[in-house]
């Protein structure tokens, strides 16, 4: 098949005048009216990226100013010899794409594994859900003491905005195994187009949103890797 973490920010300047006063003068001198600061440059939140207050637990607006708008989702030419319906990530270039009919795609930016994270190879999405809980893998407990008290045996983490699947998750597997990695929403806008995570692939909350209402159960997940890190195979 044929098929970063620096995030760029616009500088925001506040202009403001300069005063310079003479000496001592026979009359008094009349002050120059103070002139304006300059106006702080506004973000403009684009309608897909608005607050979604009808949501189970109520969505904010994106923090646009976190995330460089190369990883705005976008429809854009993908051609590819994958089947319409194929989600492709590409893992150097912190992309996902949702493969359309006529060699197009959309296309989100996404956050992806670490060093040492990091997979790649061909699963499939097992199922969905909307807001889900969040159960860390017993070795991940190991890793983080504190998460204990979301293990499985204590039944996870329920939904809501801190939850670190975020709004929506789809869950993937290989075969019939799970392999505990999962696409999944957040709130952290910095952390897109990063090698952030423990495996899992996220997206913007409004994204994943997005990708849960148009991905079907059993869909192909092909995993791009990364040459310059370590990575795990599935499949």
Partial sequence: MKPPI????????????SLALSGCMSAPARMPAAQPASPTP?????????AMPDEQFPIPEVKI???????????????????????????????????????????????????????????????????PRWTPPDEMVARQPALEPYSIANGGMGPGLTNPLGSRALYIHEGNRDTIYRLHGTQEAFSIGKAVSSGCIRLLNHDIIHLHDQVRDGSKLVVIPDPTMAHLLVG
């Avoid at 506004?42 to 608005?50: D, E, G, I, R």
């Fill in 65 to 131: 100013s976190q995330i460089d708008q190369r990883f705005w989702r976008t429809e854009v030419d993908y051609p590819t010899d994958e089947v319409p319906g194929t989600l492709v990530v590409d893992t150097p270039a912190k992309y996902l794409y949702h493969v359309q009919k006529g060699g197009r795609a959309t296309r989100y930016g996404i956050g992806v594994g670490r060093d040492g994270f990091a997979w790649s190879g061909s699963a499939r999405v097992a199922y969905k859900r909307k807001w």
């Fill in 6 to 17: 620096s995030i760029s920010r616009r500088a925001m300047l506040v202009g403001a005048g």
């Fill in 42 to 50: 506004k973000f403009v939140v684009p309608l897909m990226y608005a």
